[in-house]
């Protein structure tokens, strides 16, 4: 089993359209927990970090389920901008910082 | 102004070949870090470096040796370039281990 797992999709969805990712983790021990977007040829860039009691920025959502061992991310309202990659991320261990990203969730919203 | 900067952008070069990329930010992080994304998008730590003390050293062949020189930089050098080390090199950093970790621009190496 991966350490993080995702549906790599890709997900093709209208414009205004709801969609959401989930993303399995393997550690139960794991301590933070992040959305990062990446599109095509640049760097990953921090979309959300996830917090225990869920946190919303505009039209995007993050969950975290501790006892089942996954987030999520909810997306409202779909804009062709949205269109990209979604990476999970977890933070194994608070000492080191080792960041493990599933493997992306490719999302393509079309008019 | 970049916050993660790395050069190369991008480095095409020859099998056996040694060849360095170098990462410096100016966010004032003690942490950073190197990952590389193959081929199939895969995101993948390989070294991470605490206050200029390295702290991750996943499995990466002994070839690949990073350096850091000060808490703003940390370069990565690569002896004996191989064809399957043909990926893009991501530098990322962090205030510390557990915070948000920002990310470079990414240099994309091709071994021919």
């Known amino acids: 089993r991966k350490e993080v797992e995702q549906d790599p999709g890709p997900f093709n969805v209208p414009e205004g359209a709801t969609v959401a990712f989930n993303c399995t983790y393997s550690n139960s021990a794991s301590q933070s927990f992040f959305w990062y977007r990446q599109d095509c040829r640049k760097e990953p860039k921090l979309l959300m970090s996830v917090y225990s009691s869920g946190n919303e920025d505009g039209r995007f959502t993050a969950q975290l389920n501790r006892a089942s061992q996954y987030i999520s991310l909810l997306i409202r309202d779909s804009k062709l901008s949205d269109s990209a990659t979604y990476l999970c991320a977890v933070i194994f261990s608070s000492n080191t910082g080792k960041l493990i990203f599933g493997q992306g969730t490719t999302l393509q919203v079309k008019p | 102004d970049t916050a993660v900067s790395q050069t190369p952008k991008y480095l095409v070069t020859q099998m056996g070949n040694d060849k360095s990329i170098k990462c410096e930010q100016n966010?004032?992080?003690?942490?950073m870090y190197w990952y590389k994304q193959d081929s199939k998008k895969f995101l993948k730590i390989m070294f991470s470096?605490?206050?200029?003390?390295?702290?991750i050293n996943e499995t990466v062949p002994n070839r690949f040796s990073p350096k850091s020189p000060d808490k703003a930089h940390l370069n990565l050098h690569i002896n004996s370039l191989e064809l399957g080390d043909s990926a893009v090199y991501f530098c990322?950093?962090?205030?510390?281990?557990?915070?948000?970790?920002?990310f470079g621009p990414g240099t994309r190496l091709l071994v021919l």
């Open positions: 966010l004032g992080h003690d942490t």
């Open positions: 470096y605490n206050n200029k003390e390295l702290i």
């Open positions: 990322a950093s962090s205030q510390d281990p557990r915070e948000t970790q920002y």
